[in-house]
């Protein structure tokens, strides 16, 4: 399968998302990322359902909605209603991980599990079999515009083999500092989703350095 762009509007222009949403649709991105943030889980927030139900009337593409809140339970029929496509929640935020990926399911959304830096992809074991995707965060979550952590490659690698030798149907998808350096090296590396925010939205042209995450050329 060829790799999908994930294109992360933490780093669009919150003055005017309508120009950048629609800017995402004429573009070679594959979905809209949105980063949920509650100064609890990370130390950052950042914006609610008004946002991402203003986003849904916009968007022609998939919202690939990242959850870096605690208890994530609490709201996951709240961002199904606002139009999340894909709910991700962070590994770390959940005690019971496997009703909630089920519950995402429930409402009719695919599910992904982030992974912090520090946590391993050995903890994945038990819940590969109940999830579409695994979000490698390459940075410690909480803000945009940060330096990829080279040990991910090592992460995703390991992560690549336990999902082939398992035969899981799961997407691996990266998220923090990629851009159009290190993009091929991750897709040899085995992901299958490129998050990118900063390196599309600060660029001259965002559409265009879009095509070259798609193409790699
Ligand atoms: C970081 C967020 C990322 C962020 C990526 O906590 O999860 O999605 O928007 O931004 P860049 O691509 O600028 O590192
Ligand atoms: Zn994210």
């Not at 606002?82 to 009719?108: D, K």
């Not at 590969?128 to 945009?144: A, E, K, R, S, Y």
Request: hydrophobic fraction near 45%.
């Amino acid at each position: 399968m060829d790799h999908l762009i994930s294109a992360s509007l933490l780093a669009a222009d919150f003055g005017n998302l309508e120009k950048d949403v629609l800017m995402i649709n004429r573009s070679q991105a594959d979905w809209l990322h949105l980063d949920i943030m509650d100064g609890v889980f990370v130390p950052n927030i950042s914006f609610g359902f008004p946002v991402i139900e203003f986003i849904k009337k916009v968007a022609e593409k998939p919202l690939d909605v990242h959850l870096m809140i605690v208890d994530p339970d609490r709201y996951l029929t709240r961002f199904n209603d606002a139009g999340a496509n894909i709910l991700t929640v962070q590994y770390e935020a959940c005690i019971h991980l496997q009703r909630t990926v089920t519950e995402i399911h429930n409402l009719g959304m695919k599910a992904g599990v982030a992974l912090n830096p520090h946590t391993p992809v050995s903890l994945l074991k038990n819940i590969l079999p109940f999830i579409d995707l695994v979000l490698i965060m390459t940075v410690n979550p909480g803000f945009g515009g940060q330096s990829f952590i080279m040990e991910s490659y090592n992460k995703i690698t390991e992560l690549r083999n336990i999902i082939d030798t398992g035969g899981y149907n799961v997407l691996i998808e990266v998220d923090g500092g990629i851009d159009t350096k290190n993009a091929a090296k991750l897709i040899e590396s085995g992901v299958n989703v490129l998050v990118a925010g900063n390196s599309v939205f600060s660029s001259d042209d965002p559409v265009k350095t879009i095509h070259r995450l798609k193409k790699l050329t």
